[in-house]
């Protein structure tokens, strides 16, 4: 199996365990060699340490075809934890999470995400990326809040607060989505910038989990030097092949790589 830095493996497993567990890290070496010293990379995780979504597998071809198709990011994804680290994460400009549960990492790998981020890296957080980490406050202020809950899985219209952004400035100021709809714990607009809004007169409001009845759907904000982006849509495969939410996500991620001006018309 070739490799673009010239080398070369051919597996022969009758040398015995030892030999085929070096050989299975070599490959994992070079796969993360190859990712090195690229300016647009996007360290994608896709752990799932809690339920795991559908979604996921076409959110990562999604995404490698957009970084393909504008050139704003290249896409790296990978759903093992241990390639997290300070050495591969100074390789990239940021950092997306499909992730639930407690991440198995080490708090070393913890500090690096929180130093990357606050050292002028960016943070994407899609739908369930709120669903992790809960023993880690940290994690959820810098993304902004946890999961607590998805009282609606229909039909809403959500409210654009800011049409300025580049994740918002082609949706219309009110638009319908189908979509299993997170509320939040741990989360304030005072911390965070509103992107995007639940109209709550599309809801059954007695389901929901806020006294406030605030309900955001996406938000961005910088933490450090860093910027960290946050979509709640993204729970169905299908709104992944739309379009509109593909122009809201590569916008996002554009933000957050503070590449933004490199956007072109899809």
Known sequence: MGFNHGLYFKFYPFLGIE??????????????????GRKNRLFVLTHSAGFRHSYLTTAVEVLTRLGEKTGVFETYATEECFEFNDRILSTCAAVL???TGELPMSEEQKSALIRFVENGGGFIGVHNATDTFY????????????????????????????????STKHLPKRF????????????????????IRLDNSSVDLSKGTRPDNDYALAWCHE??????FYTAFGHFTLLWRSECFQRHILGGIAWAMGEEERLTSM
């Open 97 to 99: 999470f499909m992730t």
């Open 135 to 166: 023993k880690f406050p940290e994690y959820g202020r810098m993304i902004g809040g946890y999961f607590n809950g998805h009282p609606w899985t229909q039909e809403v219209y959500a409210i654009v607060e800011d049409d300025s952004h580049p």
């Open 223 to 228: 933490y450090g030097q860093g910027r960290v």
């Open 19 to 36: 030999v085929l567990v070096w050989q299975i890290f070599l490959l994992y070496y070079c796969r993360i060699l190859t990712c090195m």
């Open 176 to 195: 319908k989505v189908l979509e299993e709809v997170y509320t939040f714990r741990d989360w304030s607009r005072d911390k965070t910038h509103v992107l």
